[in-house]
């Protein structure tokens, strides 16, 4: 399998003040296209870092970022706004939908960055509502469905423009275990017979069975699973 | 156009809060029709081409200084004089003291000298042939429910009779019309009275006029006319200022009220306020939307894209109350004239008015919507999200 993505001694400082907090250090990572990763590790080891990293919100410290052979780590803000546009869909621990849009409007928001023409993007956010189950639900209010239908939304967002990656950061964090169930059913769904190479931040071991294949972080570095097990 | 809906979703995501600075929004520019309105109604007297030709002799040291009637004889032989008439302040008030009625004594020809008011023969005729008559402006005439035939009593707050009473009796015996209701609005809230009548009754007006009207031969020569005018009296004890009648025209308004600065020191105010109230609205708006506008930049909007549409929420929200309040101030105008009985003759809400609204709410959409738009613009998604 080609690689998808391919990071290489990447490493990120936040400046809190006047301190110097290295969240991560010299990281190497390569994930295939079609492949479903999770990455794993305690609180404040640089999971949702690394994963901002990855989907172009944020920018290293050092090191590169390849993503479908584009240096994102090289891209000026505008660059790299046009590129997550096109590239990448993003899934939310707490799902982020516009409260005052119907589920239609929501998936169709991606859209609005395209040249498609409005029939187009209603048609387009109609068949990704229909891929996650939620067709009959697409006038809804984002607070007239439940949590789980409300992530399988943010997840028809994520995917309408149809990107190589997604980058989920805990989807399952804020669900009961049947919405989780459902929201990782769906993912590898998207995975396996739709392509789309997925990386996840979870905490939780049964949804990181989902993926194949679980990195493992700790103080902001990748460790191997026999460290881990040490 | 395509993030239209998105705008109008952010606006009323708190549809009671929108609601009410609307409904501020609304009372400003409703506020600002009516009172251009106003301004503009007055700014407009003496704005006619008949009164481009026209120029307004009076005292150089104050309008209420009475100027001999002699004058008017060398006025005439000015090059460029086409004729000359003469009138003074009547001052008259009916029933009671508030009921302020633009009373004036007039020269017999000086309705010659405004083409722009239509009287019939008859009634010009009447008028030179009743000692006592009065040609009374339509809408004053509505105003107080006067025809002709009707014997009005007026008091004056400035001339007595020779008894000392400053009860006066008029019988009207015709109605003026403005043939221009745009600019002439002032004739139809005329009184004219005989000179004759006023001159002889009163023991304090011998032989002295308030003011000379001119009829210029040729309205390019008309400030050199003006010159030569002032110079007839020059170093006497009767020093006169000439000037068109726009500028006289202005200049009284200016001795009443700076109608002007009051308008515009309200309306400073006003929209000072609105400033103030819609700019915190804007930025409570887009405080609580945070996490909303970090998920837009993160699926691809630029953050020019985020600047725009906050800009333009807060534009709309402008020019959606602004255009209410002017619409209802240009329905309300003309129940308010109305109403008056025609004391007031507020012009409608002109293309003028119309452009410096629009402009207003766009200034003010702008000014108000620039410090939360460059908020939004320079957030940065990872903290947003972040919730810090």
Same mark, same amino acid.
């Given at each position: 399998?080609?690689?998808?993505?391919?990071?290489?001694?990447?490493?990120?400082?936040?400046?809190?003040?006047?301190?110097?907090?290295?969240?991560?250090?010299?990281?190497?990572?390569?994930?295939?296209?079609?492949?479903?990763?999770?990455?794993?590790?305690?609180?404040?080891?640089?999971?949702?870092?690394?994963?901002?990293?990855?989907?172009?919100?944020?920018?290293?410290?050092?090191?590169?970022?390849?993503?479908?052979?584009?240096?994102?780590?090289?891209?000026?803000?505008?660059?790299?706004?046009?590129?997550?546009?096109?590239?990448?869909?993003?899934?939310?621990?707490?799902?982020?939908?516009?409260?005052?849009?119907?589920?239609?409007?929501?998936?169709?928001?991606?859209?609005?960055?395209?040249?498609?023409? /409005?029939?187009?993007? &209603?048609?387009? *956010?109609?068949?990704? #509502?229909? $891929?996650?189950?939620?067709?009959? =639900?697409?006038?809804? !209010?984002?607070?007239?469905?439940?949590?789980?239908?409300?992530?399988?939304?943010?997840?028809?967002?994520?995917?309408?423009?149809?990107?190589?990656?997604?980058?989920?950061?805990?989807?399952? /964090?804020?669900?009961? &275990?049947?919405? *989780?169930?459902?929201? #990782?059913? $769906?993912?590898?769904?998207?995975? =396996?017979?739709?392509? !789309?190479?997925?990386?996840?931040?979870?905490?939780?071991?049964?949804?990181?069975?989902?993926?194949?294949?679980?990195?493992?972080?700790?103080?902001?570095?990748?460790?191997?699973?026999?460290?881990?097990?040490? | 156009?395509?993030?239209?809906?998105?705008?109008?979703?952010?606006?009323?995501?708190?549809?009671?809060?929108?609601?009410?600075?609307?409904?501020?929004?609304?009372?400003?520019?409703?506020?600002?029709?009516?009172?251009?309105?106003?301004?503009?109604?007055?700014?407009?007297?003496?704005?006619?081409?008949?009164?481009?030709?026209?120029?307004?002799?009076?005292?150089?040291?104050?309008?209420?200084?009475?100027?001999?009637?002699?004058?008017?004889?060398?006025?005439?032989?000015?090059?460029?004089?086409?004729?000359?008439?003469?009138?003074?302040?009547?001052?008259?008030?009916?029933?009671?003291?508030?009921?302020?009625?633009?009373?004036?004594?007039?020269?017999?020809?000086?309705?010659?000298?405004?083409?722009?008011?239509?009287?019939?023969?008859?009634?010009?005729?009447?008028?030179?042939?009743?000692?006592?008559?009065?040609?009374?402006?339509?809408?004053?005439?509505?105003?107080?429910?006067?025809?002709?035939?009707?014997?009005?009593?007026?008091?004056?707050?400035?001339?007595?009779?020779?008894?000392?009473?400053?009860?006066?009796?008029?019988?009207?015996?015709?109605?003026?019309?403005?043939?221009?209701?745009?600019?002439?609005?002032?004739?139809?809230?005329?009184?004219?009275?005989?000179?004759?009548?006023?001159?002889?009754?009163?023991?304090?007006?011998?032989?002295?006029?308030?003011?000379?009207?001119?009829?210029?031969?040729?309205?390019?020569?008309?400030?050199?006319?003006?010159?030569?005018?002032?110079?007839?009296?020059?170093?006497?004890?009767?020093?006169?200022?000439?000037?068109?009648?726009?500028?006289?025209?202005?200049?009284?308004?200016?001795?009443?009220?700076?109608?002007?600065?009051?308008?515009?020191?309200?309306?400073?105010?006003?929209?000072?306020?609105?400033?103030?109230?819609?700019?915190?609205?804007?930025?409570?708006?887009?405080?609580?939307?945070?996490?909303?506008?970090?998920?837009?930049?993160?699926?691809?909007?630029?953050?020019?894209?985020?600047?725009?549409?906050?800009?333009?929420?807060?534009?709309?929200?402008?020019?959606?109350?602004?255009?209410?309040?002017?619409?209802?101030?240009?329905?309300?105008?003309?129940?308010?004239?109305?109403?008056?009985?025609?004391?007031?003759?507020?012009?409608?809400?002109?293309?003028?008015?119309?452009?410096?609204?629009?402009?207003?709410?766009?200034?003010?959409?702008?000014?108000?919507?620039?410090?939360?738009?460059?908020?939004?613009?320079?957030?940065?998604?990872?903290?947003?999200?972040?919730?810090?």
């Amino acid at each position: 399998m080609p690689k998808l993505i391919e990071i290489r001694d990447l490493s990120k400082v936040y400046e809190r003040g006047r301190q110097k907090v290295e969240v991560l250090h010299h990281i190497d990572l390569d994930v295939d296209q079609g492949d479903f990763v999770a990455l794993m590790g305690p609180s404040g080891s640089g999971k949702t870092t690394l994963l901002n990293l990855i989907g172009g919100l944020d920018a290293p410290t050092g090191g590169s970022i390849s993503v479908g052979g584009q240096r994102i780590d090289q891209l000026k803000a505008a660059a790299l706004a046009k590129w997550r546009a096109s590239k990448v869909g993003f899934v939310f621990q707490f799902y982020n939908l516009m409260p005052m849009l119907s589920a239609q409007r929501n998936v169709e928001l991606p859209l609005l960055l395209t040249k498609l023409s /409005g029939a187009e993007r &209603r048609k387009r *956010a109609a068949i990704a #509502l229909q $891929l996650v189950g939620l067709a009959d =639900r697409a006038s809804h !209010k984002p607070t007239e469905l439940s949590g789980g239908q409300q992530q399988r939304v943010s997840i028809a967002r994520a995917i309408v423009s149809d990107p190589m990656l997604l980058v989920c950061d805990e989807p399952t /964090g804020d669900l009961d &275990r049947q919405s *989780a169930e459902d929201v #990782l059913g $769906l993912l590898r769904v998207l995975n =396996r017979d739709h392509g !789309k190479t997925i990386v996840m931040v979870t905490h939780d071991p049964k949804a990181a069975e989902y993926a194949h294949r679980t990195h493992h972080l700790d103080k902001g570095s990748l460790v191997a699973p026999a460290e881990l097990a040490a | 156009m395509k993030y239209l809906h998105l705008v109008w979703a952010s606006l009323f995501r708190r549809k009671t809060r929108t609601l009410l600075t609307l409904v501020s929004i609304i009372a400003a520019f409703l506020l600002f029709g009516l009172l251009d309105a106003v301004r503009t109604s007055f700014a407009q007297a003496g704005q006619s081409a008949n009164g481009a030709a026209r120029l307004q002799t009076g005292s150089k040291l104050s309008f209420i200084q009475t100027l001999p009637l002699s004058l008017a004889q060398q006025i005439e032989r000015v090059d460029g004089v086409k004729a000359v008439a003469y009138a003074n302040w009547f001052g008259g008030a009916y029933q009671d003291p508030h009921n302020q009625v633009f009373s004036f004594a007039v020269a017999p020809n000086y309705l010659d000298l405004f083409p722009e008011i239509a009287v019939t023969e008859a009634e010009r005729k009447a008028f030179a042939g009743t000692r006592t008559g009065a040609l009374v402006g339509e809408k004053l005439a509505q105003r107080f429910g006067w025809k002709v035939g009707d014997r009005v009593p007026l008091q004056s707050n400035i001339f007595p009779d020779r008894s000392g009473s400053k009860n006066w009796h008029f019988d009207v015996v015709g109605i003026l019309h403005a043939t221009d209701k745009k600019t002439g609005g002032w004739f139809d809230q005329m009184f004219m009275l005989n000179w004759k009548y006023f001159d002889e009754t009163t023991p304090y007006n011998q032989g002295a006029a308030g003011w000379f009207v001119t009829r210029v031969t040729d309205v390019n020569q008309a400030d050199r006319v003006a010159r030569a005018i002032d110079a007839l009296s020059a170093n006497s004890d009767h020093e006169t200022r000439t000037q068109t009648e726009q500028a006289a025209s202005a200049a009284w308004m200016k001795q009443i009220a700076d109608i002007g600065l009051i308008v515009g020191s309200i309306m400073g105010a006003v929209f000072f306020t609105l400033l103030l109230l819609s700019g915190n609205t804007m930025m409570q708006a887009v405080r609580e939307r945070t996490s909303e506008i970090a998920v837009l930049k993160t699926i691809g909007f630029s953050s020019r894209s985020v600047l725009a549409m906050v800009l333009a929420e807060s534009v709309l929200l402008l020019v959606l109350g602004g255009l209410a309040g002017l619409g209802l101030a240009t329905l309300l105008i003309p129940v308010v004239s109305a109403g008056s009985g025609g004391m007031l003759n507020l012009p409608a809400v002109g293309a003028g008015s119309w452009a410096l609204g629009l402009a207003l709410m766009g200034g003010i959409g702008i000014v108000v919507g620039a410090l939360p738009a460059w908020n939004a613009m320079r957030l940065n998604i990872v903290d947003a999200l972040a919730g810090r």
